[in-house]
Every structure is written in C-alpha cells, then in structure tokens.
C-alpha cells in the first residue's frame, strides 16, 4: 500500500513491457472526470438562466413570494420547473 492505494501490475503487458497500474487509475478516468466537471458546470449554468428566465416572466419576484410572503404554491411550482429544467438537461448531455 503506497498512501492508500494498492499498486499493483497489470495482468497484459504493453509491447512486452509490463505496466505499472493502481486500482484507483482503473476505475476513474482522468478524460470522464474532467467531461462530468464540464458538463456539471454547464447544467448548472443553463439552470441557473432558465431560473433567472423564470423569475422574470412571472410577476413580482419569486425571492420576496417565497421567503417573506411565504407563498408555498409558488415555492412548489419553481422547485417543479427546476427539476424539469435538470431532467431536460441531463437528458441532454447523457443522450
């Protein structure tokens, strides 16, 4: 064990020479990682100007409704249109 992860060779050596592999370079690609980064980043962008869309399109502001008047139908159906917002979204960057 070398700070907490197990090192070990890889079973197929590459052009006869054996690789040098971790367990935790096996199950996490640096390439997946930095696309699910981005993409995260971007949804939540994207969700973010939708929202801002949404806030301007209804009257008044959703922020003063919400937590000063306590308008809980209002608090609902902004929660709903933020959670359709993120199902088209990832529908979108997953395929």
Same mark, same amino acid.
């Given at each position: 064990?070398?700070? *907490?992860?197990?090192?070990?060779?890889?079973?197929?050596?590459?052009? *006869?020479?054996?690789?040098?592999?971790?367990?935790?370079?096996? %199950?996490?690609?640096?390439?997946?990682?930095?696309? =699910?980064?981005?993409? =995260?980043? /971007? +949804? #939540?962008? #994207?969700?973010?100007?939708?929202? %801002?869309?949404?806030?301007? &399109?209804?009257? +008044?502001? /959703?922020?003063?409704?919400? /937590?000063?008047?306590?308008?809980?139908? /209002? @608090?609902? #159906?902004?929660?709903?249109?933020? &959670? @359709?917002? @993120?199902?088209? #979204?990832? @529908?979108?960057?997953? *395929?």
């Amino acid at each position: 064990m070398y700070r *907490g992860v197990a090192l070990r060779f890889c079973p197929s050596p590459k052009n *006869g020479v054996p690789l040098r592999c971790t367990l935790l370079m096996e %199950y996490l690609n640096l390439k997946a990682l930095t696309a =699910s980064v981005v993409y =995260s980043v /971007l +949804g #939540i962008v #994207i969700l973010m100007i939708s929202f %801002y869309v949404f806030n301007k &399109l209804t009257p +008044g502001t /959703l922020r003063r409704e919400i /937590l000063e008047e306590h308008n809980t139908a /209002l @608090a609902i #159906i902004a929660a709903a249109f933020m &959670l @359709a917002v @993120a199902l088209i #979204i990832s @529908a979108a960057i997953h *395929g």
